[in-house]
């Protein structure tokens, strides 16, 4: 079965998208089977794998509305060599239409169950909110990948984001277990910068990584 990574983090333009499709295609090229899953309105992760979100016949929306299957909407990125589950300004309305849903925070990972003996990693990038679409990624989650920039204003919202994970892993997923914090724009010559990254090192130790493939790869 797959293992599950939600990249995560309320804060917009930390590297989300960025981390989500270099980490897709290099363990493509490694010769890992991996789905990428785009669950950001926005749909950068769908354009940046090279497929036309305006093009696309059925998205992540068409699957969390139960109107397709994921085999039915994902597509596959050649040029980097992992399948796509893509997604359009169309997404943007599911949080409406699934509010008055039974287990609407478990519409995906009720959808992965059908492909999990399929793919070796499925990762989730996901919008820059603490919405119903982030809890979606939580829910289906083995882990969580924070994408975050070592400065003060980030460790205020990466509490809120630590508690969400730990209410969603109480209440709602239990295999939810890993989380990793991604240093990103990273400079340790930069004093602030270097302050904030030992903050976070003496509260999560060694979850605090800057190269972390090492701690994905199958052993």
């Known amino acids: 079965m797959a293992r599950i990574f939600c990249i995560a983090n309320q804060k917009g333009g930390v590297g989300k998208t ?28 769908t354009m940046g794998s090279g497929i036309d979100k305006r093009q696309l016949d059925l998205t992540i929306y068409d699957v969390l509305l139960e109107s397709a299957t994921v085999a039915e909407a994902r597509v596959t990125a050649d040029e980097s060599g992992y399948d796509l589950l893509g997604a359009n300004r169309e997404l943007a309305g ?32 996901c919008p820059p909110s603490l919405s119903l679409l982030t809890l979606n990624g939580l829910c289906a989650a083995h882990g969580v990948i924070v ?10 919202g990466l509490t809120d984001l630590v508690n969400t994970i730990k209410q969603v892993h109480a209440n709602l997923n239990k295999n939810l277990q890993t989380i990793f914090l991604l240093r990103v724009m990273f400079d340790p010559r930069i004093t602030l910068q ?3 990254s030992d903050q976070l090192k003496s509260h999560f130790g060694d979850k605090v990584v800057s190269v972390w493939r090492s701690h994905l790869a199958p052993r």
């Open 94 to 125: 599911a949080e409406v239409e699934m509010v008055s849903i039974d287990r609407r925070e478990k519409r995906l990972r009720t959808a992965l169950a059908a492909v999990g003996a399929e793919y070796d990693f499925i990762l989730i990038d």
């Open 147 to 156: 994408p975050m920039q070592c400065e003060y204003f980030a460790l205020e």
């Open 18 to 45: 960025t981390t989500t499709v270099n980490l897709a295609a290099g363990l493509a090229k490694a010769g890992q089977r991996v789905l990428m899953i785009d669950l950001d309105p926005q749909g950068n992760a």
């Open 194 to 196: 270097q302050q904030v």
